[in-house]
């Protein structure tokens, strides 16, 4: 019976420490890349839908202090009261990342919703005692800042997808997702608009 051969000392530290500078050197080549910058999509994401659902929040009290002083406008006020329907009747959860057509839908719905809100503050213009009300002051003020917040919102969401989806085509992202993500798909992105479709608006005091 021969008798097993001794580990050899300090074999089992070598494969730690050879172990831990692999780690390292990954690290170092983006592999963990992918799955942040999906991380970061979608939160940037989270905030889009956030500031857009805070500023369909404004919207009825908008409208109902306008009726208030411009009951005649029934039109515009009928207008936006109806892009905002078609604005939130859109279900949107991380799945419209992953589908362009619903993303496109989605973004032209809350462009309409941009447009009916410009022409309502137009309106307003022609009602000296409207553009005095402490309410729709605020209101004013609440809409203005949300707008500025959809911007940078959209900004930041268009870049993250942007960095997500650079990551994915070249290397060594490209190689890591076809080893490690290959579940993770490429994500939607907002397109380009006219320069009236997604114009904030224009609020003045």
Known sequence: ????????????????????????LLTGCGINNIPTYDEQVKSAWAQVENQYQRRADLVPNLVETVKGFADQEQETLTAVTEARSKATSIQVDESILNN????????QVQGELSSALSRLMAVSERYPDLKSNQNFLALQSQLEGTENRISVARRDFIQAVERYNTEIRTFPGRLWHSMLYSDLELRANFEATTPDAQEAPQVEF
Request: glycine letters at 4%; proline letters at 12%.
């Open 1 to 24: 019976m021969h008798d097993r051969p001794m580990a050899r000392p300090g074999r089992t530290p070598f494969k730690l420490a050879a172990l831990a500078l692999l780690a390292l």
């Open 100 to 107: 362009p057509e619903k993303l496109k839908q989605f973004q």
